[in-house]
Structures are given as C-alpha cells and as structure tokens.
C-alpha cells in the first residue's frame, strides 16, 4: 500500500533563509510524486511533480524538488524564502496505473520569521 | 476553463440530518477524488471516482457515506444522519484521462451542530 511521511509537523525559518521540507514514501512501483500548498482556508495548489526523467524537477514560485529512489525522498526546496510562503505543504504519491489513488501525507505547516 | 467547483463553501447541519456535497469537475476530466481534512491530520483518501464507476472507496467509513459520479452532472459525496464527528473539511479533486495528477476545489466546511 502507498504511503507518504512527512516528519515534521511544523517548520520555521527566517525570510531570505532557504528551506527544505522532507518527505519519504513508500510504494511497490515507479511512483508519480507531488507536491502541493494549501493558504488558510483554501484548497491545494500544485507546486511540481515528478513522472520520469531528470530527477531534479522546477515548480511554481521558485519551488524544486529531488527525487531519490535510494532513499524513498522527494524533498521540497527553496533557496530563499518569502513572507508569502508562509503556508502548509503537502507532499502526495500516486501512481501511473489509474486505478490507483493520490496519498497525502500530513502537511508540514511552514512558518517565516520576519 | 473554470476550475473544480465545489458547493456549498459552507455547510451547517443539524445532528441527524443528511448532508449532500457537491463537485463539478474541470471539463474534460474523467476522474475525481474525495478527501476529508483535520487539523493537524492532513488530507484522507475517502474514494476515487470515474464516471459511473467507483474505483476504489477503501477511505469510505463504512456506514453513512456515499459516493456518485453520475454520467451527467456533478460528483455528489452524501453523509447521512450527520454526527459531530463529521465536521470536516472536504475536498474535491478531479483529473483528465490519462493522467494521475489531481486538481484541487476550495473545499466544503461541514459542521455539524
């Protein structure tokens, strides 16, 4: 069964310091990988996604991500942030077979220390 | 292409009564998911959905819940005789054929009195 880990719950870092958010999962096959933002409130946008090929993949605001199969990871990263990034993270695993569903883990709330 | 569209925003329910949510997904897409949110335990799978068809509903409490997607029409996620429990927020989520990437709604916040 897939499932997806997220360690930490909450993480705080100044503005214009950079950032990683961890995130492991676990699946039986060549997972498709996500990671998604949720402002207070609202529903979840996608920042990136991994399918195949460069391991190393750009999103939306600056956002990137590595995957590594060795270690299960696909880590969020950002080299500076915003005040705006403020917000929760999302981290989800899926697969390319259709019959199977997108997992969440559960969320790493990030806050920016001024 | 208007997003995924989820109604109510806000629901309030008596214990008791039903509540009925919908979605509309993203013209063209196929597939839609439903997730329920706590705080502090992220989103839970509840079912998939394809178009007159349940894929998998392993998330689904077994009592009281329901799920369609219709031929026409939008996906309806039914919650009967509601309980304080249920007071969540749940998202919808569709996706193309082909594709397992999934476009998020903004969510109906259920509470239940």
């Known amino acids: 069964a897939q499932s997806v880990t997220q360690p930490d719950i909450h993480i705080t870092v100044s503005e214009g310091a950079s950032l990683e958010l961890r995130c492991n999962y676990s699946?039986?096959?060549?997972?498709?990988l996500f990671w998604y933002v949720q402002s207070p409130g609202q529903g979840l946008q996608l920042l990136l996604k991994y399918f195949s090929g460069d391991t190393l993949v750009q999103g939306i605001k600056g956002f990137e991500a590595e995957f590594k199969r060795s270690q299960s990871s696909f880590n969020l990263r950002k080299p500076s942030v915003h005040w705006s990034d403020a917000a929760e993270y999302f981290c989800a695993v899926g697969a390319g077979n259709r019959d199977d569903k997108i997992i969440f883990g559960k969320g790493t709330r990030l806050h920016i220390l001024p | 292409n208007a997003g995924v569209m989820q109604n109510p925003r806000h629901l309030v329910r008596r214990r008791g009564q039903e509540a009925r949510l919908r979605c509309s997904p993203m013209k063209g897409h196929s597939h839609v998911y439903w997730y329920r949110q706590l705080p502090e335990e992220g989103l839970k799978f509840m079912v998939y959905?394809?178009?007159?068809?349940?894929?998998?509903e392993s998330g689904m409490p077994k009592e009281r819940f329901s799920a369609e997607f219709p031929k026409e029409g939008p996906s309806i996620l039914r919650i009967q005789q509601v309980v304080r429990g249920d007071s969540a927020a749940y998202f919808c989520?569709?996706?193309?054929?082909?594709?397992?990437?999934?476009?998020f709604g903004q969510g109906t916040r259920l509470t239940v009195v």
């Open positions: 699946y039986g096959a060549t997972p498709y």
């Open positions: 989520a569709s996706s193309p054929p082909g594709l397992a990437e999934a476009f």
């Open positions: 959905l394809q178009k007159e068809n349940i894929i998998d």
